[in-house]
């Protein structure tokens, strides 16, 4: 099996945002809140190597070369639903960021994943592409939503999660050892109905108050 290609962002804000995520006390608008907060400090890492290239620009006082971000526009992919909750704070951090959304719903018979929804940005084999969704649990739509974006011609591949259980990246890195994994935790297991233990629950269930 390839060792797996994981950051864990142990940084103190995180840490302290996501503990107050995974309290069943904290209500649904400030779990949202939180998320958006640790959704900035995520991407700032995930963000970290991105290229730049100098440009001529005139400040008030004189003219300066100066970094700006180089190629084309990143695309960040929601993995529907939970995934739009992480979606909207890394946008807010890289606002001309193009959008993508992968919709999948695991067949009851097969238990494979199957696509209901897929709206993708043009060129996206040109641009770095960023997958989201808050929990790596089986990994399994996770797995299926990056088969489907390189389907669809991605190449450069990242996906960041605030939760991962040992089982999701371990059958993550198997399918795709190209593609790096972030994440603000890993947590000790997955229960026997793929919740990921500690956890902190059904991440959509909490983002949006349904149950
Ligand atoms: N999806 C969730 O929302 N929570 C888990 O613990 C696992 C998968």
């Given at each position: ?5 994981i950051?864990n ?13 995974r309290?069943?006390?904290?209500p ?11 959704s900035?400090?995520?991407?700032y890492?995930?963000?970290?190597d991105?290229e730049?290239e100098?440009?001529?620009i005139n400040?008030?006082?004189e ?14 992919v929601?993995i ?6 992480l979606l ?6 890289v606002?001309?960021a ?9 067949d009851p018979?097969?238990l494979?994943?199957?696509q209901y ?12 592409t960023?997958?989201?969704?808050p929990?790596?649990a089986?990994?399994?739509?996770a797995i299926a939503?990056?088969?489907r974006?390189?389907e669809?011609g991605?190449s450069?591949?990242?996906?960041v999660?605030?939760?991962a259980?040992?089982e999701?990246i371990?059958a993550?890195?198997?399918a795709?050892?190209?593609v ?5 935790a ?8 793929g919740?990921?233990m500690?956890?902190?629950g059904d991440?959509?269930d909490r ?5």
């Amino acid at each position: 099996m390839p060792t797996p290609n994981i950051t864990n962002i142990q940084h103190p804000l995180i840490q302290h945002k996501l503990t107050l995520m995974r309290d069943s006390n904290t209500p649904s608008a400030e779990f949202r809140q939180l998320l958006r907060e640790i959704s900035h400090l995520m991407a700032y890492e995930v963000c970290r190597d991105l290229e730049t290239e100098m440009v001529q620009i005139n400040t008030p006082l004189e003219a300066m070369a100066s970094p700006k971000l180089k190629g084309k526009k990143l695309c960040l992919v929601s993995i529907l639903r939970a995934g739009n909750g992480l979606l909207e704070g890394m946008l807010e951090l890289v606002p001309l960021a193009r959008v993508g959304h992968i919709g999948l719903y695991r067949d009851p018979e097969t238990l494979n994943p199957v696509q209901y929804y897929l709206k993708l940005p043009d060129q996206i084999d040109m641009r770095l592409t960023i997958v989201v969704d808050p929990m790596l649990a089986t990994g399994h739509s996770a797995i299926a939503a990056v088969q489907r974006l390189k389907e669809n011609g991605a190449s450069h591949i990242k996906f960041v999660c605030l939760l991962a259980a040992p089982e999701g990246i371990d059958a993550f890195a198997s399918a795709h050892p190209d593609v790096p994994i972030y994440t603000a935790a890993i947590d000790r297991e997955l229960n026997d109905h793929g919740y990921i233990m500690p956890g902190l629950g059904d991440a959509g269930d909490r983002i949006y108050g349904t149950k």
